[in-house]
Protein backbone atom coordinates (compact mmCIF):
# COMPACT_ATOMS: atom_id res chain seq x y z
CA UNK A 1 0.00 0.00 0.00
CA UNK A 2 2.83 2.16 0.41
CA UNK A 3 4.22 2.06 -2.92
CA UNK A 4 0.83 2.91 -3.84
CA UNK A 5 1.04 6.54 -2.52
CA UNK A 6 4.79 6.90 -2.64
CA UNK A 7 5.90 10.18 -4.88
CA UNK A 8 7.35 9.22 -8.32
CA UNK A 9 10.76 10.40 -8.79
CA UNK A 10 11.75 12.23 -12.09
CA UNK A 11 13.26 8.61 -13.49
CA UNK A 12 10.46 7.24 -12.72
CA UNK A 13 8.85 9.79 -14.31
CA UNK A 14 10.70 9.51 -17.47
CA UNK A 15 11.02 6.04 -17.63
CA UNK A 16 6.75 5.82 -17.92
CA UNK A 17 7.06 8.37 -21.11
CA UNK A 18 9.99 6.50 -22.68
CA UNK A 19 7.74 2.96 -22.50
CA UNK A 20 4.89 4.61 -23.59
CA UNK A 21 6.27 6.66 -26.46
CA UNK A 22 7.81 3.00 -27.44
CA UNK A 23 4.43 1.85 -27.68
CA UNK A 24 3.68 4.51 -29.38
CA UNK A 25 6.21 4.00 -31.75
CA UNK A 26 4.69 0.00 -32.72
CA UNK A 27 1.40 1.15 -33.37
CA UNK A 28 2.89 3.69 -35.28
CA UNK A 29 4.93 0.57 -37.20
CA UNK A 30 1.89 -1.39 -37.30
CA UNK A 31 -0.19 0.83 -38.85
CA UNK A 32 2.17 1.70 -41.43
CA UNK A 33 2.41 -2.00 -42.14
CA UNK A 34 -1.29 -2.11 -42.51
CA UNK A 35 -1.40 0.78 -45.21
CA UNK A 36 1.42 -1.04 -47.00
CA UNK A 37 -0.92 -4.01 -47.40
CA UNK A 38 -4.11 -1.74 -47.61
CA UNK A 39 -2.19 0.17 -50.89
CA UNK A 40 -0.98 -3.13 -52.61
CA UNK A 41 -4.64 -3.92 -52.59
CA UNK A 42 -5.73 -1.15 -53.92
CA UNK A 43 -2.82 -0.94 -56.98
CA UNK A 44 -3.86 -4.37 -58.03
CA UNK A 45 -7.83 -3.66 -58.18
CA UNK A 46 -6.97 -0.51 -60.28
CA UNK A 47 -5.01 -3.01 -62.43
CA UNK A 48 -8.01 -5.00 -62.80
CA UNK A 49 -10.39 -2.50 -63.42
CA UNK A 50 -8.01 -0.78 -65.76
CA UNK A 51 -7.86 -4.09 -67.62
CA UNK A 52 -11.83 -4.15 -67.33
CA UNK A 53 -11.92 -0.44 -69.02
CA UNK A 54 -14.07 0.79 -66.21
CA UNK A 55 -12.49 3.99 -66.19
CA UNK A 56 -14.99 5.66 -63.30
CA UNK A 57 -13.71 2.94 -60.84
CA UNK A 58 -10.27 3.48 -62.10
CA UNK A 59 -10.89 7.50 -60.92
CA UNK A 60 -11.76 6.84 -57.41
CA UNK A 61 -9.52 3.88 -56.83
CA UNK A 62 -6.52 6.03 -57.64
CA UNK A 63 -7.78 8.87 -55.31
CA UNK A 64 -8.13 6.64 -52.66
CA UNK A 65 -4.68 5.18 -53.60
CA UNK A 66 -3.71 8.88 -53.15
CA UNK A 67 -4.49 9.73 -49.48
CA UNK A 68 -3.91 6.02 -48.72
CA UNK A 69 -0.18 6.93 -49.68
CA UNK A 70 -0.25 10.69 -48.16
CA UNK A 71 -1.45 8.84 -44.52
CA UNK A 72 1.76 6.15 -44.46
CA UNK A 73 4.13 9.20 -45.79
CA UNK A 74 2.34 10.73 -42.29
CA UNK A 75 3.11 7.82 -39.87
CA UNK A 76 6.81 8.79 -41.27
CA UNK A 77 6.86 12.25 -39.92
CA UNK A 78 4.93 10.92 -36.70
CA UNK A 79 6.91 8.28 -36.03
CA UNK A 80 10.05 10.51 -35.97
CA UNK A 81 8.24 13.26 -33.84
CA UNK A 82 7.94 10.53 -31.52
CA UNK A 83 12.04 9.60 -31.93
CA UNK A 84 12.42 12.97 -30.86
CA UNK A 85 10.24 12.91 -28.13
CA UNK A 86 12.03 10.19 -26.66
CA UNK A 87 15.61 11.08 -27.59
CA UNK A 88 14.69 14.85 -26.05
CA UNK A 89 13.04 13.15 -22.76
CA UNK A 90 16.44 11.17 -22.07
CA UNK A 91 18.27 14.63 -22.69
CA UNK A 92 16.44 16.26 -19.97
CA UNK A 93 16.71 13.46 -17.88
CA UNK A 94 20.44 13.66 -18.38
CA UNK A 95 20.42 17.29 -17.65
CA UNK A 96 18.48 17.00 -14.75
CA UNK A 97 21.04 14.57 -13.08
CA UNK A 98 23.49 16.99 -13.53
CA UNK A 99 21.95 19.86 -12.66
CA UNK A 100 20.65 17.77 -8.94
CA UNK A 101 24.76 16.91 -9.14
CA UNK A 102 26.16 20.19 -8.76
CA UNK A 103 23.23 21.53 -6.79
CA UNK A 104 24.59 18.68 -4.29
CA UNK A 105 28.39 19.82 -4.79
CA UNK A 106 27.15 23.62 -4.44
CA UNK A 107 25.54 22.53 -0.90
CA UNK A 108 28.59 20.78 0.47
CA UNK A 109 30.92 23.52 -0.72
CA UNK A 110 28.93 25.74 0.87
CA UNK A 111 28.87 23.56 4.04
CA UNK A 112 32.51 23.54 3.94
CA UNK A 113 33.13 27.11 3.50
CA UNK A 114 31.01 28.08 6.51
CA UNK A 115 32.90 25.51 8.77
CA UNK A 116 36.48 27.41 7.47
CA UNK A 117 37.38 30.41 8.44
CA UNK A 118 39.89 31.78 6.32
CA UNK A 119 41.28 34.08 8.51
CA UNK A 120 41.39 31.79 10.97
CA UNK A 121 43.26 28.97 9.07
CA UNK A 122 45.69 31.73 7.90
CA UNK A 123 47.21 32.55 11.56
CA UNK A 124 46.90 28.90 12.33
CA UNK A 125 49.71 28.56 9.72
CA UNK A 126 51.71 31.46 10.50
CA UNK A 127 51.76 30.01 14.08
CA UNK A 128 52.81 26.92 13.42
CA UNK A 129 55.77 28.17 10.78
CA UNK A 130 56.34 30.96 13.68
CA UNK A 131 56.51 28.16 16.29
CA UNK A 132 58.42 25.41 13.33
CA UNK A 133 61.32 28.01 13.30
CA UNK A 134 61.53 28.86 16.79
CA UNK A 135 61.92 25.01 17.94
CA UNK A 136 64.47 24.97 15.24
CA UNK A 137 66.71 27.64 16.46
CA UNK A 138 66.17 26.57 20.25
CA UNK A 139 67.56 22.87 19.00
CA UNK A 140 70.54 24.55 17.39
CA UNK A 141 71.29 26.64 19.95
CA UNK A 142 71.06 22.92 22.41
CA UNK A 143 73.51 21.10 19.74
CA UNK A 144 75.91 24.09 19.63
CA UNK A 145 76.05 24.29 23.72
CA UNK A 146 76.49 20.43 23.95
CA UNK A 147 79.16 20.36 21.07
CA UNK A 148 80.87 23.10 22.66
CA UNK A 149 81.14 21.40 25.91
CA UNK A 150 81.83 18.08 24.81
CA UNK A 151 84.67 19.28 22.15
CA UNK A 152 86.16 21.44 25.03
CA UNK A 153 86.26 18.50 27.61
CA UNK A 154 87.39 15.82 25.32
CA UNK A 155 90.10 17.98 23.49
CA UNK A 156 91.31 19.05 26.98
CA UNK A 157 91.10 15.64 28.53
CA UNK A 158 92.87 14.37 25.19
CA UNK A 159 96.02 17.21 25.49
CA UNK A 160 96.62 16.02 29.04
CA UNK A 161 97.03 11.93 28.45
CA UNK A 162 99.16 12.91 25.20
CA UNK A 163 101.50 15.48 27.69
CA UNK A 164 101.42 12.79 30.30
CA UNK A 165 102.32 9.94 28.28
CA UNK A 166 104.98 11.78 26.52
CA UNK A 167 106.43 13.00 29.38
CA UNK A 168 106.28 9.12 30.98
CA UNK A 169 108.24 8.00 28.02
CA UNK A 170 110.79 10.93 28.17
CA UNK A 171 111.26 10.04 32.09
CA UNK A 172 112.01 6.59 30.96
CA UNK A 173 113.94 7.12 28.58
CA UNK A 174 115.72 9.62 30.30
CA UNK A 175 116.23 7.19 33.40
CA UNK A 176 117.46 4.42 30.82
CA UNK A 177 120.21 6.96 30.35
CA UNK A 178 120.55 7.66 33.93
CA UNK A 179 121.27 4.20 34.63
CA UNK A 180 123.98 3.86 32.31
CA UNK A 181 125.52 7.05 33.28
CA UNK A 182 129.28 6.22 34.50
CA UNK A 183 130.16 5.97 37.80
CA UNK A 184 131.92 8.56 40.59
CA UNK A 185 135.83 7.65 39.62
CA UNK A 186 135.66 6.74 36.29
CA UNK A 187 137.27 8.89 33.98
CA UNK A 188 134.71 11.52 32.60
CA UNK A 189 133.45 12.12 28.70
CA UNK A 190 135.18 14.72 26.75
CA UNK A 191 132.94 17.81 26.15
CA UNK A 192 132.12 16.91 22.58
CA UNK A 193 130.95 13.29 23.66
CA UNK A 194 128.64 14.94 25.75
CA UNK A 195 127.23 17.12 23.67
CA UNK A 196 126.94 14.40 21.17
CA UNK A 197 125.00 12.57 23.69
CA UNK A 198 122.94 15.75 24.42
CA UNK A 199 121.78 16.47 20.92
CA UNK A 200 120.73 12.21 20.75
CA UNK A 201 118.75 12.78 23.70
CA UNK A 202 116.89 15.56 22.38
CA UNK A 203 116.51 14.16 18.45
CA UNK A 204 115.52 11.07 20.47
CA UNK A 205 112.29 13.07 22.33
CA UNK A 206 111.50 15.28 19.34
CA UNK A 207 111.26 11.59 17.16
CA UNK A 208 108.60 10.35 19.90
CA UNK A 209 106.71 13.61 20.16
CA UNK A 210 106.34 12.64 16.55
CA UNK A 211 105.26 9.75 16.59
CA UNK A 212 102.36 10.46 19.00
CA UNK A 213 101.00 13.69 17.21
CA UNK A 214 102.46 16.20 18.65
CA UNK A 215 104.33 19.29 16.93
Not at 24 to 53: F, H, N, P, V
Not at 124 to 130: H, I, L, N, R, S
Not at 154 to 175: A, F, H, K, R, T
Request: hydrophobic letters at 35%; charged letters at 35%.
Amino acid sequence: MASLFKKKTVDDVIKEQSKELRGTQRQITRDRAALEKQEKQMEMEIKKMAKSGNKEACKILAKQLVQLRKQKNRTYAVSSKVTSMSTQAKVMNSQMKMAGAMSTTAKTMQAVNKKMDPQKTLKTMQDFQKENMKMEMTEDMINDTLDDIFDESGDEEESQDIVNQVLDEIGIEISGKMVRAPAAGKSVPSAAASSKQATISDDEIERQLRALGVD
